[in-house]
Each structure stands twice: as structure tokens, then as C-alpha cells.
């Protein structure tokens, strides 16, 4: 028994459990509020992609009470979790916290939200769960250092998972400790690699930590489960380092809910920043045709210089490319779900361009993680030098961020006016909930048959 990993993981869980969503600041209310709606609005992004759509045909759909974002499908709160996780992820658009090292909201707030759907949990409890799911593997994810070759997807937020599912399930403070131990138990020894390969297997990391967060509450609630600080072994030994203190550090005082980012590119985060430098030079310093365009080097920070690979094969290989964001938004102007599309990825123009994008890594910028991430971009072309540096992404909690109105907009373009009333809905239920007019059952709404995509008949593979 690590007594250090349990000490705090019993300390947190009696914070989680207790928590009320009247004792939760207004302020931190309104961002997760926002955290929400993008979520939701996300996984709706998600859910009209062809491959997720194949995903849900060949998926054996046991009936239910749990929804399928931008389907009209009640499943169970299992198949709810895994689908509606991979829809959300797909597209390398949910939102995500630099200080925890990758995405709290995604690891949690699907199976918090099938779990909801299906016990139509009071709408204050399940806000409150929603809340205590960040905040946990935020703080799971601030705690573990995983190795250089791991991937954050599906590891150490396992347990913002377990932690927001206790809560709805009305598990007290040791129980809900011993939740959170056992989903520290189950993590995802992911390599980075598989993301760079464009192996969606990634998608279903995400997936799987939300199924077994899920099932870790489950197992404290039959008196399964107890807390050995199994994360010391696990999330430290096996993958890397863990500082037990970080989870309780500043415990009720500082959220991290409030210090996450929304994407409004469909890559990986890493991408974002030098890809709104391009487009800002674009816009306002009058570049040349892409194709008189001799060079671009992107300094950034060692946890980007990984991303500087010339080639792609696939949709999700092709968002783990700074070279092919950074060519893409030249291009076309952005870097939206089209862009990485099959039918796009082998654009002559994009191509061509990428070839010419060096990544490097800076020591100066380096110096500025975690608060910032930074990038400098420097194009050349007909003996003349643009240079524009960025601190962070757009949509940054830090660096202009989005409000309710952006992230509608944002959400508008990424969905386009087919999909209006969808997104309507998704607006509808996120006002029913924080109004407190219905609880999860306003979920259901999210499945209704007024949407206009359908579930084809099922395939058999």
C-alpha cells in the first residue's frame, strides 16, 4: 500500500462526494457551463463523421434510457459512453487543460452523462458531477508525469470518471475514494506513436477510461473496491512518475475547470497555435500565393517537436501533423473537419507546401511551459521575413477566450446550416439543465427523432 497516494486519494474523494453544486462558484459555474455546451456540441461535430457513423451501425445496440448525441438512439449507459466518447474525441476538436496535460472533460463527462440520462438524476447533482469529474482528472493528470512515448488518452483520467459516476450514485467520501483507486488501477498504456500513425484505436482509449471509470464506481457500490493508492504504482511506476500531493493542492480553491482551452481547429492542440499565426499573417500582412512561399519554420516547445512529420496517410495521422495544419490553413483557410477529410489529405497544393515546413524545437520558448504554450513562426518568401510569435492557442482560458457567443459561432461553422436544429437542441438542454427546469432525463432530448440523422440498418461485420 502507497499510504501517500491513498492518503490524498482519500482526502479527495471525501471532497468529491461532498460536494454540493450550491457551494460551487458562480463563476466556475458559468465555465462549465461552456465546458458543456462544447462537449455536446463536439460530439454532435463528431457524430456526422462517416467513420464514427460506420462505428454506430455495426454497434449491437441493447435498449436503454442512456442517448446518442446526433442520433435518435436510446442505448445503455455502456454503449452511450463508448460512442458517444469516440465521437467526441474523433475529430481532435474537444476541449482540453494544459496545466493537466491533455483532456479532463472527455475522460468523464460521457459517462457521467449516460449515468445521468438513465437514473434522471436531479439536475444539481448531476452538474455537481460534472464538475467533480473535471476537477479530479485534472488533478489526476497534473499528478502524473508519463513517460515520454505515452500518450495521455485513456490513463489518469480514468479516475475523473469513477469520481463524477460515485457522485451521481450518492457513494460517501470512502467509497468514493475507493471509486477513484480502482479506476487508477485500470489505465490505457497508450504510445504516442499510435497517434502519429493515425491508429483510431487512440479514440477508443478516451472510450475505454469512461467504461471503466463507470464500472470502478460500480465496483466501490457493491463494496468491491478500497483505496491502496494504487496510482503510485500504477500512473507512476508503470508509466511514469506521480506526486500524490497534486491532488488535493489548493483543493476548493483553485478550479481547474477554468484554466482549459476550446479548439477551434480539428487537430491536435500542439498545432493549434502555429496555425493561427499563419493565418493571422494571411489575413493582415499581406502574404504571398502560397506557392511563392520558400519556407516555414515553427519553433515551438519540446512537447510539440514530436508533430513535424511531412506525410499522412489518414485523417487522424494528418491532425498529429504541425507541416499539414500549418499548410492546410494556408490553403484553405482554415482547418476544419473538411479539411482533413480523405478526400482533402491528398491536396497537391497542401502537399507541396508541407514540404517546406520545418518544426524545431526553442529553448526560450520551452522555458515558458506550462503556463504558455508557445510558437514562432517565420515564413520566407521572395527575399522577404514575416515573423509573428503566439503565447498560446485562440480559445486559450488565457489568451483570447471564447465566450457563450464564440463558441456558438464556432460551433455554427463546424456543424454548417444542415445541422441548425441539432444544434439548437443541444443549446435547449444545456439551458434546461443549468435552469434546473429537468434533470437527466432533459438528456433524452438529445436522441430525439426530430433530428434529422438516422441510424441505418445494422451490419454485421
Not at 458559468?30 to 462517416?50: A, E, F, I, K, Y
Not at 487543460?97 to 445521468?116: D, I, R, S, W
Request: aromatic share 6%; hydrophobic share 45%; with cysteine.
Amino acid at each position: 500500500m502507497d499510504t501517500a497516494a491513498a492518503g490524498h486519494t482519500d482526502v479527495l474523494g471525501h471532497w468529491a462526494a461532498g460536494l454540493e453544486w450550491r457551494q460551487v462558484p458562480i463563476r466556475v459555474q458559468d465555465r462549465l457551463r461552456l465546458v458543456l455546451l462544447d462537449v455536446l456540441g463536439v460530439t454532435l461535430v463528431g457524430s456526422h463523421d462517416p467513420e464514427q457513423q460506420r462505428l454506430v451501425d455495426v454497434w449491437e445496440l441493447p435498449p436503454g434510457l442512456a442517448p446518442l448525441v446526433g442520433c435518435a438512439e436510446l442505448t445503455s449507459i455502456e454503449a452511450a459512453c463508448w460512442l458517444n466518447a469516440t465521437a467526441l474525441v474523433r475529430l481532435e476538436l474537444d476541449e482540453g487543460n494544459k496545466f493537466a496535460k491533455g483532456h479532463p472533460a472527455a475522460h468523464g463527462f460521457p459517462a457521467v452523462l449516460a449515468l445521468a440520462a438513465a437514473r434522471n438524476a436531479p439536475p444539481g447533482d448531476l452538474l455537481a458531477a460534472l464538475v467533480v469529474a473535471y476537477e479530479v482528472a485534472s488533478r489526476f493528470g497534473r499528478a502524473t508525469s508519463l513517460r515520454d512515448s505515452a500518450h495521455p488518452h485513456g490513463s489518469w483520467g480514468v479516475a475523473g470518471a469513477a469520481a463524477g459516476c460515485a457522485r451521481l450514485l450518492g457513494l460517501d467520501g470512502e467509497s468514493t475514494a475507493a471509486a477513484v483507486d480502482a479506476a487508477a488501477g485500470m489505465p490505457i498504456a497508450g504510445h504516442f506513436a499510435t497517434a502519429l500513425d493515425g491508429n483510431r484505436v487512440r479514440d477508443a482509449w478516451v472510450a475505454a477510461a469512461n467504461v471503466s471509470g463507470l464500472n470502478s464506481a460500480r465496483l466501490a457500490a457493491a463494496g468491491s473496491a478500497s483505496n491502496t493508492g494504487t496510482a503510485a504504482y500504477s500512473l507512476g511506476t508503470m508509466l511514469g512518475t506521480f506526486d500524490p500531493g497534486e491532488l488535493t493542492a489548493e483543493l476548493g480553491v483553485r478550479w481547474d475547470i477554468e484554466l482549459g482551452y476550446f479548439k477551434q481547429h480539428a487537430a491536435c492542440s500542439f498545432t493549434h497555435a502555429a496555425a493561427d499565426a499563419v493565418l493571422d499573417l494571411a489575413v493582415t500582412d499581406d502574404l504571398p500565393d502560397v506557392a511563392a512561399i520558400e519556407s516555414i519554420t515553427v519553433e515551438t516547445h519540446s512537447l510539440a517537436t514530436g508533430l513535424r512529420r511531412r506525410s499522412w496517410d489518414n485523417q487522424l495521422s494528418a491532425m498529429f501533423s504541425i507541416p499539414f495544419v500549418v499548410a492546410a490553413a494556408l490553403v484553405h483557410g482554415e482547418v476544419g473537419p473538411a479539411v482533413t477529410r480523405r478526400e482533402a489529405l491528398a491536396d497537391p497544393a497542401v502537399r507541396l507546401l508541407a514540404q517546406r515546413v520545418d518544426v524545431v524545437g526553442a529553448a526560450d520558448l520551452d522555458a515558458r511551459l506550462p503556463a504558455e504554450r508557445p510558437v514562432r513562426v517565420t515564413v520566407e518568401a521572395d527575399g522577404r521575413q514575416w515573423v509573428v510569435e503566439r503565447p498560446n492557442p485562440v480559445g486559450d482560458s488565457a489568451f483570447q477566450p471564447f465566450d457563450e457567443s464564440a463558441l456558438g459561432a464556432l460551433l455554427r461553422r463546424l456543424l454548417g446550416p444542415d445541422h441548425e436544429q441539432e444544434l439548437t437542441t443541444v443549446m435547449s438542454v444545456v439551458d434546461d439543465l443549468f435552469c434546473h427546469t429537468s434533470g437527466g432525463a432533459a438528456l433524452r432530448d438529445l436522441a430525439s427523432p426530430a433530428h434529422p440523422i438516422r441510424r441505418s440498418a445494422p451490419a454485421h461485420p
